[in-house]
Nanobody
Framework: VQLQASGGGLVRAGDSLTLSCATS????????MGWFRQAPGQERKFVAA????????FYADSVKGRFTISRNNNKNTVYLQMNSLLPEDTAVYYC????????????????WGQGTQVTVSS
């Protein structure tokens, strides 16, 4: 499956931003989807994941209550709604697809998008 992330940008602390990840090539509803992020000089970290049907979601503690992952299987797209953004949310955000029903382990995600930059100023 091919993934194309979009929606990043420069925002101020407290603002909101929605990332999108459009997919193509395979049956989207057969993939768990995840968002990861990588800040400069740091390892890529898990942000959020959603199961095949969207009935199950999981979040990193650092974003719980502020970010929401969702998916539209008719549009083959997964979203990450980010509210109350903080400067420490600044990173390149990657979407990824896994054949697992639900996982948060980066090693289980076999397909990755190119990343979209999110910069939060204080």
């Amino acid at each position: 499956v091919q993934l194309q992330a979009s929606g990043g940008g420069l925002v101020r602390a407290g603002d909101s931003l929605t990332l999108s990840c459009a997919t193509s090539g395979r049956t989207f509803s057969n993939y768990a989807m995840g968002w990861f992020r990588q800040a400069p000089g740091q390892e890529r970290k898990f942000v959020a994941a959603i199961s095949w049907s969207g009935g199950s979601t999981f979040y990193a503690d650092s974003v719980k209550g502020r970010f929401t992952i969702s998916r539209n299987n008719n549009k083959n797209t997964v979203y990450l709604q980010m509210n109350s953004l903080l400067p420490e949310d600044t990173a390149v955000y990657y979407c990824a697809a896994s054949r697992a029903h639900m996982t948060t382990n980066a090693a289980d995600f076999g397909s990755w998008g190119q990343g979209t930059q999110v910069t939060v100023s204080s």
